[in-house]
Structures are given as C-alpha cells and as structure tokens.
C-alpha cells in the first residue's frame, strides 16, 4: 500500500516497536497541541483561538502541562481572559442560584445544585482535549483502513508488541462498529492471541525483574526486565515513561 499523509505517522509509531503504537501518538498529537497553544507561533495571542480557549478552558492535567510547557507570559495570557469569562459566569450563577428551588447537592437528581452543576460542567471542558478526541478518532479510522488495505500493516500489527489495554479497548470498539462480519472473524481472534502473548510476556519480565533482587541471582542476567516497571504500567493503563 502506498504511504499517504494520514497514514505515515501510524505507520512510524508501529515501527518504533514499543508497547503502543497509540500511546506514542497520544504523546505526539498532545505536544503538537501544547505547541499550537503555547508555541512560537503565538497562538494565545489570536484573538479567535482564545474566544474559544476561554470558553472551553482546560483540563487540570492540561493545565499541568501548559504549566511545565514553560511559556509563562502564554500562560498568564490565556488565564487573564479566561478568568474574566469564568467570574463573569460564576457570578451570573450565584445570582441565579435559589436556595430550595431544586434538589440537594447530594440527591440522585442529576440536576442537583445549579451552581454544583455549572462549575462541574465547565470542569470537564478541555480545549486539548477535545482536539485530541478529534485527531484521535481519526487515527482509529486508519488504523482500520490500513489494516484492511495493506496486509503488511496487519502482520506488523499481530506479530507485534501489541497495545495498551486502554488504547486496545478503544481500537476493539471501533472495529466492532466498522468491520464487517467476514472481518471481524479474521480480526478479532488474531487480536486476541496478540494480546495474551504480550501480557505474558509483560508479566515474564515483570517476575524476572522481581526475581533479580534475590541475592541467588545477583550475577544473572537482567534479561528483558531492566525496565519492565515503566512498560508494565504503560501496557496495563497507557501513557508515556520516557
């Protein structure tokens, strides 16, 4: 199959032959976003991207990372403006917060607080965030179309490292959505066994590791296992331990 655009940044995290393919494009697409928010390019200074930064905001773990990104001026650009439209809307709830006119803070009903329910709403609203769901969806699109164009891809796939169990999970549900019966057949089994074969060997050279710190085999081999910590809590939850 011919190399396209979309597909040469997949193509090179499932040559890189770590332990997710995905995580490594999580890591990339999220420096790619922290660049176009906080980078050279002076986004936060575009009088657009910030109307809609300060109406999205960012995720705590987001914040985080802007934070570690290094650009302070950015930074304070974009929380002055975001703080205006935050208090401005804050206060517009407190004004119309009533006490007794709807349920406790504690009930079941959904709607609860008004103020509890804005604040909660606007806490899960992350400008990073969303642009990677969106970016993401599309490389779980041609992941797919790869895997059904290019019988190269699905053997570097099965015969490989496998994923994340987060990332596994997200690829399996796409799949059932968009394979059909004949594919899912062929699919589904191989992923399977891909899978198990990972996760033993992840816990083989988690147990080897464990087993290196008895004294009987301090002259023994490491193995596979000198940094089977890091890769066995990427293959269990995702994520980046450079």
């Known amino acids: 199959m011919k190399e396209v655009l979309y597909t040469i940044p997949l193509n090179d995290a499932v040559n890189a032959g770590g332990e997710c393919p995905f995580c490594n494009i999580e890591k990339d697409v999220e420096r790619d976003l922290l660049d176009f928010v906080l980078g050279s390019g002076s986004s936060y200074m575009e009088a657009d991207v910030r109307a ?3 109406e999205e905001g960012f995720c705590r773990t987001h914040f985080e990372k802007m934070f570690r990104y290094g650009n302070t001026l950015g930074n304070g650009w974009i929380l002055k403006t975001h703080y205006m439209k935050v208090n401005r809307e804050l206060k517009d709830a407190f004004k119309k917060y009533a006490p007794g006119s709807k349920k406790g803070i504690f009930s079941k009903d959904r709607e609860g607080n008004s103020v509890v329910s804005h604040i909660r709403k606007k806490g899960s609203s992350c400008y990073i965030c969303k642009r990677y769901n969106e970016t ?8 797919i179309h790869m895997y059904r164009k290019d ?4 053997q570097k796939i099965f015969e490989g ?10 690829i399996l549900e796409y799949a059932d ?3 059909n019966e004949k594919e899912k057949a062929e699919f589904f089994p191989k992923m399977f066994e891909m899978t198990e074969r990972n996760m033993d060997r992840l816990f083989e050279d988690v147990s080897w590791l464990v087993e290196k710190f008895d004294y009987r085999n301090k002259d023994a081999d490491w193995k596979n296992s000198r940094d089977a910590v890091q890769r066995g809590m990427q293959k269990l939850k995702g994520g980046s331990y450079d």
């Open 52 to 54: 809609v930064t300060d």
């Open 136 to 143: 993401y969806e599309r490389y779980l699109a041609t992941f």
């Open 151 to 154: 019988p190269e891809f699905g």
């Open 161 to 170: 490292k496998g994923f994340c169990l987060p990332h596994l999970a997200d």
């Open 177 to 179: 959505r968009n394979l």
